[in-house]
């Protein structure tokens, strides 16, 4: 079993910046990939970036540009660094990991372990 946590979350105005951490139970170099998904309110939870196993990012058409995902092997950290953050951001952000061999990029059905979430509002 993995546990992960999220932290960070928060109330920010539009244009502003949050940066997000995750800390993972399980050394990486154990895990398949990593990724940040989120749940805006009334829709279906997407996934934002997904980090491979070699630090490969894809982001989504959203975010691209505005937010980087980083990951810090030594202390088995996620990040997400949000910058220019709009209304539509507003969602309950999760990280997850896949276990190892999973296809590459995750996706819920193939990802394993989840953080319970932590709110991100965008408003002014």
């Known amino acids: 079993q993995v546990q992960l946590a999220e932290s960070g979350g928060g109330l920010v105005q539009p244009g502003g910046t949050l940066s997000l951490s995750c800390t993972v139970s399980?050394?990486?170099?154990?895990?398949?990939?990593q990724a940040w998904y989120r749940q805006r309110p009334g829709n279906a939870r997407e996934r934002v970036v997904a980090?491979?196993?070699?630090?490969?990012?894809v982001y989504s058409d959203a975010v691209k540009g505005r937010f980087t995902a980083s990951r810090d092997l030594a202390k088995n950290t996620l990040s997400l660094q949000m910058n220019n953050l709009k209304p539509d951001d507003t969602a309950v952000y999760y990280c997850?990991?896949?276990?190892?061999?999973?296809?590459?990029?995750?996706?819920?059905?193939?990802?394993?372990?989840w953080g319970p979430g932590t709110q991100v509002t965008v408003s002014a």
């Open positions: 997850a990991t896949q276990r190892q061999f999973r296809p590459f990029p995750p996706t819920e059905a193939t990802t394993d372990w």
């Open positions: 399980r050394s990486f170099n154990n895990l398949g990939a």
């Open positions: 980090i491979g196993r070699s630090g490969t990012t």
